[in-house]
Structures are given as C-alpha cells and as structure tokens.
C-alpha cells in the first residue's frame, strides 16, 4: 500500500482535534502544511516498506495507521515517548545520531529526517554519515530544515540583528544551533556518500496561515513554565496579514528567499 496524501491527512486532522495539551495542539495546527509535504513527497517515491524517523513526532505513529503493513520505526534521545510509539506498533529506539547508532546497518529503505539538524549540538556531517549506514543501497533520506537565507533572516542581519534564536539555560533549552543554506545541505550530503534527487527551497513554512498562526515557545527562566507568543495576535493582526500576503508572495517569486528546505537524497 503506497501512502494517499488524503488518507494521512485527513487522519492527520482527527488526530489534532483529540490534542488535550495546548503546547502539542499548537504546535502541530502549525506545522502541518510540513508533515503534508514530506507525505506528498514519499508518495512520489518507490513505496518503502521499512521506515525510520528520527526525533519522535506524530508522523510516525501516523505513518503506522495510515499505511500498517509498513514497518515503522523511530529513534529518540530518551524513553519520553516510548509508550505512545509502541502502543501505535511502531518500533522505538534510544540513540544519538552523532554517535554509532543501535541500528540494522543497510537495512531502511527511508529515514525521515525532519527539522532536526538544525538542533545538533555536534558535526551534521557525523549524524549524516550514521544515518547512511542505516540506509539500504539505493535508500532515500527525506530531510527537511529551515533555510538560512530565507527573507526574514536578510532582514534582520541587515537591521544588525542576529538571525538565530537567543540561547537559553542549559537545563532545558534545545533550540537551533546552526541553520543552513540549501548549498550547504546539499554539499554535505554529497560529501557523505549522498546523491541529490531533488530538493531545494520549499513553500511549506511559507502560507498566510502559517505566519498567521505561528510564533514561538518560550520558558520563563524563573518559572520554568512554556508560553506560547503569536507573532501576530491582537492589534498586530492587520499587519500580520499584509506582512504574510506580501512575504508570501515574493516566496513564490523568489525560492532563494523560502522559509524551509526539502531535500531527497539518495544513498550512492
């Protein structure tokens, strides 16, 4: 059974309106339009029957319902959502991606690798090379990350501002530690016994709906509580919609300037 862009995302939808915690229901109304576009793209590609996510999300256990005869797996830092994957008969695993992985080698015929590189706290290039030796000969590495050239990012540097998120305490903060253009992704990749078989920048951070809605996660240092920020609610809402309108549209004029980056590599 090849995976429907229907069926995911309509399973998708029943999934978010079941969301009790607020972090978990924002979190994924925004990030949706991403999880669309990694099923739009394996729905263009040979049908893999043994799939691996790494960092553990909703997709995987959605993969597993949508498409059950598939075996499914994902890798995390920690046991936080070992019950959940299971209970959805997904296989869950215990690693560090920059470190030899507890892994089949040559044995996954698709790794999803979606906003997590961005993350690493160590060499991209170390996790790339692990991860391709988990691939079957001919396996694709479907990898999604936010692009380091995108407008706002210009913007802000040419403001004299840092593009990057501020760094919090190290008791919990995991935000990005390198972002990267699509070149640089692209060389790496190559570098690391990859071929490119399609990519570049991509739309999916880019919709109305998304600047509209979107915005970040911030924890109070004193408190420790998690708070979400709108980046445009209240009275900024009709400067939201232009800004969105506007930024949107020269996304699509100009792909250089795209939020994200979507990327399918193949294993040489």
Same mark, same amino acid.
């Given at each position: 059974?090849?995976?429907?862009?229907?069926?995911?995302?309509?399973?998708?939808?029943? #999934?978010?309106?079941? #969301?009790?915690?607020?972090?978990?229901?924002?979190? +994924?109304?925004?990030?949706?339009?991403?999880? /669309?576009?990694?099923?739009? %793209?394996?729905?263009?590609?040979? &049908?893999?029957?043994?799939?691996?996510?790494?960092?553990?999300?909703?997709?995987?256990?959605? /993969?597993?319902?949508?498409?059950?005869?598939?075996?499914?797996?994902?890798?995390?830092? #920690?046991?936080?959502?070992?019950?959940?994957?299971?209970?959805?008969?997904?296989?869950?695993?215990?690693?560090?991606?920059?470190?030899?992985?507890?892994?089949? =080698?040559?044995?996954?015929?698709?790794?999803?690798?979606?906003?997590?590189? &961005?993350?690493?706290?160590?060499?991209?290039?170390?996790?790339?090379?692990?991860?391709?030796?988990?691939?079957?000969?001919?396996?694709?590495?479907?990898?999604?990350?936010?692009?380091?050239?995108?407008?706002?990012?210009?913007?802000? @540097? /040419?403001?004299?501002? @840092?593009? !990057?998120?501020?760094?919090?305490?190290? &008791?919990?903060?995991?935000?990005?530690?390198?972002? +990267?253009?699509?070149?640089?992704?692209?060389? !790496?990749?190559?570098?690391?016994?990859?071929?490119?078989?399609?990519?570049?920048?991509?739309?999916?951070?880019?919709?109305? #709906?998304?600047?509209?809605?979107?915005?970040?996660?911030?924890?109070? &240092?004193?408190?420790?509580?998690?708070?979400?920020?709108?980046?445009?609610?209240?009275?900024?809402?009709?400067?939201?919609?232009?800004?969105?309108? /506007?930024?949107?549209?020269?996304? =699509?004029?100009?792909? @250089?300037?795209?939020?994200?980056?979507?990327?399918? %590599?193949?294993?040489?």
């Amino acid at each position: 059974m090849h995976i429907q862009l229907d069926q995911f995302r309509t399973r998708f939808d029943q #999934d978010l309106k079941g #969301d009790t915690e607020l972090h978990d229901r924002v979190y +994924y109304m925004v990030t949706r339009p991403k999880f /669309l576009a990694l099923v739009e %793209a394996m729905a263009q590609m040979p &049908e893999p029957k043994k799939v691996l996510e790494i960092g553990t999300s909703r997709f995987s256990r959605q /993969l597993k319902g949508v498409c059950p005869e598939w075996e499914v797996h994902t890798l995390d830092l #920690d046991d936080t959502h070992q019950g959940v994957s299971e209970g959805a008969g997904v296989q869950f695993h215990i690693g560090n991606i920059l470190s030899p992985l507890p892994l089949p =080698q040559g044995y996954f015929d698709l790794i999803v690798f979606s906003e997590v590189i &961005e993350h690493l706290q160590g060499n991209p290039r170390l996790a790339l090379r692990h991860l391709r030796e988990c691939l079957t000969p001919g396996g694709r590495l479907l990898l999604t990350t936010p692009n380091m050239a995108r407008l706002i990012n210009r913007v802000k @540097s /040419l403001l004299g501002r @840092s593009p !990057m998120p501020e760094i919090g305490p190290p &008791e919990w903060w995991a935000g990005h530690m390198r972002e +990267y253009t699509f070149g640089e992704i692209a060389n !790496m990749l190559r570098r690391e016994g990859y071929s490119i078989e399609k990519g570049g920048p991509h739309m999916y951070w880019d919709g109305i #709906d998304f600047y509209m809605k979107s915005g970040p996660f911030d924890r109070d &240092e004193a408190t420790g509580k998690l708070v979400f920020h709108r980046r445009f609610g209240g009275w900024k809402m009709p400067i939201g919609l232009v800004y969105s309108f /506007l930024t949107n549209r020269i996304a =699509q004029w100009v792909p @250089s300037l795209r939020h994200g980056m979507l990327v399918v %590599a193949l294993r040489s």
